[in-house]
């Protein structure tokens, strides 16, 4: 079955950074585009970047643009999330998304809190 796992989360302070891991198994990564969300506590689940099936492509949600960087790698099924210059308003739990045939598949999350 479609599992995704993710790592890398925690505590940080504004200015600093952090690196997201998502270990995919149980379907065909290299076929499908990969995506982060993110959800903060009262608001609603976003996106915050894609990724297509090769990595050509990428798209960013505006406030992240030139601060976060995903990327892929299909030998080892894991995609990326590079976060730099983070701000107290990244705070959230972070999610690895995979739309297979129609359907969202999703990680447990994890969590990163930007905080002085």
């Known amino acids: 079955q479609v599992q995704l796992v993710e790592s890398g989360g925690g505590l940080v302070q504004p200015g600093g950074s952090l690196r997201l891991s998502c270990a995919a198994s149980?379907?065909?990564?290299?076929?499908?585009?990969m995506s982060w969300y993110r959800q903060a506590p009262g608001k609603e689940r976003e996106l915050v970047a894609r990724?297509?099936?090769?990595?050509?492509?990428?798209n960013y949600a505006a406030s992240v643009e030139g601060r976060f960087t995903i990327s892929r790698d299909n030998a080892k099924n894991t995609v990326y999330l590079q976060m730099n210059s983070l701000k107290v308003v990244d705070t959230a739990v972070y999610y690895c998304n995979a739309d297979i045939s129609y359907t969202n598949y999703w990680g447990q999350g994890t969590q990163v809190t930007v905080s002085s």
């Open positions: 990724i297509s099936s090769l990595g050509i492509l990428t």
């Open positions: 149980g379907f065909t990564f290299r076929s499908f585009s």
